[in-house]
T-cell receptor
Framework: DTGVSQNPRHKITKRGQNVTFRCDPI?????LYWYRQTLGQGPEFLTY????????KSRLLSDRFSAERPKGSFSTLEIQRTEQGDSAMYLC???????????FGPGTRLTVT | AQSVTQPDIHITVSEGASLELRCNYS??????LFWYVQSPGQGLQLLLK????DTLVQGIKGFEAEFKRSQSSFNLRKPSVHWSDAAEYFC?????????WGLGTSLAVNP
């Protein structure tokens, strides 16, 4: 297993367009997390899945954001009608136990022009 | 609300010098604490973690951290810094399914 992977690594889009990111966690991990990180900040929690169930969503996750993990394996994060304020690094992480180390992917850097 | 404070935004040290990065947390119960490192173009990597037991924990790359409940601190230390340690360092506390992060400390290493 090569760890958590995310695609694409970079995405440039125009304001108002929709974008979708994918995260493939470590195969035996049933917990998956999405975070957002802007320049000079620490990561901010967006949402959490245990298997296919989305168990928690941050208030940061507006109605334009939706995340899925349909078969309890990979996950997608979609942003509709992107805004310039959505420009950030979107990080995915996974683990097997809730309180244990979270393993992070390299992130997807989104730039909204 | 739970929070993590990293008072130092940026630190510069000389190669071979000792290092201490500060982290203070606000958490009602016994915290699960983490230090991660983020290098340019790299994902976040765990340096060490504290769950319980010995308050001095050893991590990778020669790092250690000491948990002090009385001071609500979990400071990261390294006795001799290498140029490759230049990176962003984040302290985090586990809170009900998610990590709460500090703003990070950017470390620069002078040759």
């Amino acid at each position: 297993d090569t760890g958590v992977s995310q695609n694409p690594r970079h995405k440039i889009t125009k304001r108002g367009q929709n974008v979708t990111f994918r995260c493939d966690p470590i195969s035996e991990h049933n917990r998956l997390y999405w975070y957002r990180q802007t320049l000079g900040q620490g990561p901010e929690f967006l949402t959490y899945f245990q298997n296919e169930a989305q168990l928690e969503k941050s208030r940061l996750l507006s109605d334009r954001f939706s995340a899925e993990r349909p078969k309890g394996s990979f996950s997608t994060l979609e942003i509709q009608r992107t805004e310039q304020g959505d420009s950030a690094m979107y990080l995915c992480a996974s683990n097997g136990q809730g309180f244990d180390e979270q393993y992070f992917g390299p992130g997807t850097r989104l730039t909204v022009t | 609300a739970q929070s993590v404070t990293q008072p130092d935004i940026h630190i510069t040290v000389s190669e071979g010098a000792s290092l201490e990065l500060r982290c203070n947390y606000s958490y009602g119960a016994t915290p699960y604490l983490f230090w991660y490192v983020q290098s340019p173009g790299q994902g976040l990597q765990l340096l060490l973690k504290y769950f319980s037991g010995d308050t001095l924990v050893q991590g990778i790359k020669g790092f250690e951290a000491e948990f002090k409940r009385s001071q609500s601190s979990f400071n990261l230390r390294k006795p001799s810094v290498h140029w490759s340690d230049a990176a962003e360092y984040f302290c985090a506390v586990f809170d009900n399914r998610k990590l709460i992060w500090g703003l990070g400390t950017s470390l620069a290493v002078n040759p």
